[in-house]
């Protein structure tokens, strides 16, 4: 976990990408008991003006949110964490499914050891999440 006195604004997260298959909904939709039919049924969800299955947004934000977790080592550092949604994240009934890349960078750093790290969230170089914000405490 990086300390306060390391970290400047500018400073970059580590990029990683997230696989996010249509199992992974399934079992999202167990998980947080949103089985609205968008998320798993294909026809329902062309039905309606989607390009396909979509997955859910928190899943989408949480996903996101798993970079400044990662980089802070402990999720009970994060003290705020928002966002906005721009596009869906359509996940297509193949073996690939979509891929979710995000970035971060350290935008502020304020009083008590606090940072705010800016999110990037995009799949096939499309932003997914705009105003992707986590305020976390570092040692």
Known sequence: MPT????EV???????EFALQRADLV???GASGDFNVIHWNQRIATSVGLP????HGMLTMATAGR???DWVGDPGAVLEYG??????????DDDVGATVTVA???????????VVVGLTAT???RKVLMAARATVRLP
């Open 4 to 7: 306060y006195a390391e970290v």
């Open 10 to 16: 500018g400073h970059e997260l580590p990029a990683q």
């Open 104 to 114: 971060g960078v350290v935008e502020d750093k304020l009083e008590g050891n606090r």
């Open 83 to 92: 966002v906005r949604f721009s596009r869906p994240v359509v996940v297509p």
């Open 27 to 29: 079992r999202y939709c």
């Open 67 to 69: 970079v400044a977790t």
């Open 52 to 55: 396909d299955v979509i997955a």
């Open 123 to 125: 799949v096939e170089g």
